[in-house]
């Protein structure tokens, strides 16, 4: 078992993170979690906790820096998640979702190469939310055909309802 504070070889460096006030506690801990891991940590904010403040402010930056290669993958928190989950896969090209369990962690990215993972900081523990940003960390997407054949049909979808 690696230490868990170590980045393994391979591993996306450069980790965005974003959160609305009812994710602004988890990704302080996230953030601060993944520095000391040796992480590159972009905080697309917000870098206060308001209570007014609205997830699309920071979760679209995230996404968009995605997708531009800016950072490597994004942790979007908002209270449940949802609305910082619906927020990022607005952007073409992210494949976010929101995550409960390991399972989904490794293979969401394994087969559908997710490259957000949706937290809910009022769902999820903090320890508990670390250890599933870790898992998404170290899966890898396998590349197998039958999964880069579905993720096609998404890009294919993503130009034809913008036109
Ligand atoms: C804000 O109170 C809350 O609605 C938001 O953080 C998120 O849970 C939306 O999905």
């Known amino acids: 078992m690696p230490d868990p504070r ?5 591993t996306p ?3 965005g993170v974003a959160a609305d006030h009812g994710g602004f506690e ?3 801990y996230i953030s601060r979690m993944l520095r000391e891991a040796h992480y590159e940590m972009v905080d697309f904010g917000d870098k206060q906790p308001k209570p007014d403040d ?3 402010d920071f979760v679209v930056p995230l996404a968009r ?3 531009r290669g800016e950072v490597d993958r994004g942790v979007a928190i908002c209270g449940s998640g949802v609305g910082a989950c619906i927020a990022a896969n607005k952007v073409p090209g992210v494949r976010a979702c929101l995550i409960h369990e390991h399972f989904s ?3 969401g990215v394994e087969d559908d190469d997710m490259n957000v ?3 809910g900081g009022r769902v999820v523990a903090n320890t508990f939310a670390w250890e599933l940003v870790r898992t998404f960390l170290h899966a890898r997407f396998s590349g197998a055909e039958r999964h880069r054949r579905r993720l096609a049909k998404l890009v294919k979808l993503e130009s034809s309802e913008a036109a």
């Open 6 to 10: 170590t980045v393994l070889p391979g």
């Open 13 to 15: 460096k450069r980790i």
């Open 26 to 28: 988890l990704k302080e």
């Open 54 to 56: 609205d997830y699309p």
């Open 65 to 67: 820096a995605v997708t």
């Open 105 to 107: 962690a490794r293979q």
């Open 117 to 119: 993972i949706c937290l």
